[in-house]
């Protein structure tokens, strides 16, 4: 997947990755004069910092899934042949899905700047008039692209972990070895939140068409939801009908041993153990979460606000500062 290629290797390759991105994202906006234009420099900045973000983060994503896939490859009840297919499908992809996403994104960038300019005739007039409409015109290309091919490859992760829901080993007794679903399902929506608290930066300073980022909050958001709900709800709904039926087992295991109880003390202990083991299944978590993967979820959770809110309250401020 060429999006992971463009990360180099090494500890601090996704460090490098963003930062050289970053920095010719900004010398070519620099050069066409969007950077310094006041009535573009907030759009340049954010095709340079959600471009710059994507991909680093979309390449540590894929790495913590494979890493989850790897600590439930010993509970699938799979054929090796199977497991290593669906592992490579994390960073490999056919060159029809690329071409179907790039083919999309670029499709989507038209009709999206058909909408801004209210015609074919305008967009193609203002990517031809002078190097600064160019690059205004054309930086929302990649971003559709990288969007599209990350967001789909993420779907498709999510997707192998929906399917592995029907072939995992599920003990109630001990259902952290599920923990992996859902620290899967809350890595993968960073991608998609991160991008979301990025476009506040394109209200800075100037007024906005909202029609420049309401296509992009609609591409986002359901893909989100998926990203989210696919990998746990079908292992939740698994958790809750194995609890049912094992407490429904035991529920007759008990009533039977009290109606043949008569003060034998192996029976009470028997029927004590039976208790005991009732309890522990009716307390049996049916989520495959922990406090920790909650606690992350919360804080992606309160990002996107926090970034809307402080975008609002810097662009007050400098209405005031201006205005006084």
């Avoid at 801004?116 to 600064?132: H, K, V, W, Y």
Wanted: glycine content about 6%.
């Amino acid at each position: 997947l060429w999006l992971l290629r463009l990360v180099p290797g090494g500890r601090a390759g996704r460090w490098w990755c963003a930062v050289l991105l970053l920095l010719l994202l900004c010398a070519f906006f620099s050069a066409t004069g969007a950077l310094s234009n006041p009535d573009t420099w907030a759009a340049a900045a954010f095709f340079c910092a959600i471009l710059a973000y994507i991909t680093p983060v979309f390449h540590y994503v894929t790495e913590r899934s494979e890493a989850a896939f790897d600590e439930v490859v010993s509970h699938l009840t799979l054929d090796a042949e199977t497991i290593e297919r669906l592992r490579s499908g994390f960073s490999r992809k056919s060159g029809a899905w690329l071409m179907v996403n790039t083919s999309l994104g670029v499709l989507t960038w038209v009709l999206h700047s058909r909408l801004l300019a209210g015609g074919f005739d305008e967009m193609f007039a203002t990517i031809s008039r002078d190097p600064l409409d160019f690059s205004m015109a054309v930086g929302p290309l990649p971003v559709w692209v990288f969007m599209f091919c990350a967001i789909h490859a993420l779907v498709d992760n999510a997707r192998i972990f929906r399917g592995l829901t029907r072939s995992v080993e599920i003990d109630l007794l001990d259902t952290t070895i599920l923990t992996p679903f859902g620290r899967m399902a809350v890595a993968s929506t960073l991608v998609v939140i991160g991008a979301q608290a990025l476009f506040p930066i394109m209200w800075l300073g100037t007024d906005t068409n909202p029609w420049t980022y309401i296509p992009g909050l609609f591409a986002t958001g359901l893909p989100l939801l998926y990203l989210f709900i696919a990998p746990v709800w079908p292992l939740h709904q698994r958790l809750r009908q194995l609890k049912r039926l094992e407490l429904e087992r035991l529920g007759a295991d008990i009533r039977a041993r009290r109606a043949s109880d008569q003060g034998d003390p192996e029976r009470d202990g028997a029927l004590s153990t039976l208790l005991v083991y009732r309890r522990e299944i009716a307390d049996a978590n049916e989520w495959p979460f922990d406090l920790s993967i909650i606690a992350r979820f919360g804080v992606y959770l309160i990002i996107v606000p926090l970034t809307w809110i402080g975008a609002a309250l810097i662009e007050n401020l400098v209405d005031l500062f201006i205005s006084s």
